[in-house]
């Protein structure tokens, strides 16, 4: 056997087994698995991981970092993904975001979205973006205040070059799966709450390989794996 297919295998045994976790935790919370679905992140593992996912039918992907995430978006033109930047953005990566991306989970601020709109090419369909939201108030993290949302909220719903989708957080490490409920719970209330205003939302972005299930029992609809898929990242 190859080191491919061994690779390739591992993939799939990872990819079976987060899949059958998902699963476990909707049919906890009462919830049909088909509404969450999973984004693979694959920042700091190599082109050849993200094949390996997609020949066992897996899609979408999440990359932290802009550089990055363009190489793979370049090497990987051949496959049929979806790419979603999920790491903080800076104002000198919004032109290489707006080009090679599908969705962004990481908008904070009106100036960002301002040079994603003018930026995203007029052939491609608008930019799918979810608000960062800072929801247990870490003043080290990325993410505009709760009381920032609709702010922003209204100012991409005016772009036409963008699609407001909903919202994201990475809510501050806790010790127990109820106090990561409590900051999850708090998110779904500020994503209920937008929706009404804004009815064309439908994402909300939480939960990753330590809390999805936290996440899961308390609304996401999209959850961000990274190690459970693909182990340990290649350090830099």
Not at 20 to 42: I, Y
Not at 199 to 220: F, I, N, Q, R, Y
Request: with cysteine; charged share 30%.
């Amino acid at each position: 056997m190859t080191s491919n297919q061994i690779n390739a295998l591992d993939a799939g045994q990872r990819l079976s087994a987060v899949r059958q976790r998902l699963d476990r935790a909707c049919q906890a919370a009462g919830r049909n698995s088909d509404n969450v679905r999973l984004l693979a992140v694959s920042k700091r593992h190599p082109a050849q991981a993200i094949r390996d996912l997609h020949a066992l039918g897996h899609n979408a992907f999440g990359e932290s970092y802009v550089n990055e995430g363009v190489d793979k978006v370049e090497q990987l033109s051949d496959l049929d993904l979806e790419w979603h930047l999920v790491g903080p953005m800076q104002s000198n990566k919004t032109r290489a975001a707006a080009e090679h991306f599908d969705w962004v989970h990481s908008l904070d601020r009106i100036r960002i979205a301002r040079r994603l709109n003018n930026q995203r090419p007029e052939d491609m369909p608008p930019l799918n973006v979810l608000i960062q939201v800072n929801v247990d108030n870490e003043p080290q993290k990325s993410g505009c205040a709760p009381d920032e949302i609709d702010e922003l909220a209204e100012f991409v719903e005016a772009c036409p070059r963008l699609a407001l989708r909903g919202l994201m957080a990475i809510p501050a490490q806790k010790d127990s799966e109820d106090a990561q409920r409590r900051s999850f719970r708090r998110l779904y209330e500020l994503f209920v709450k937008l929706g009404e205003g804004h009815p064309k939302v439908d994402t909300l972005s939480a939960g990753m390989s330590d809390d999805l299930e936290a996440a899961v029992a308390e609304g996401s609809t999209m959850v961000r794996i990274g190690t459970a898929l693909f182990g340990a990242r290649e350090e830099t």
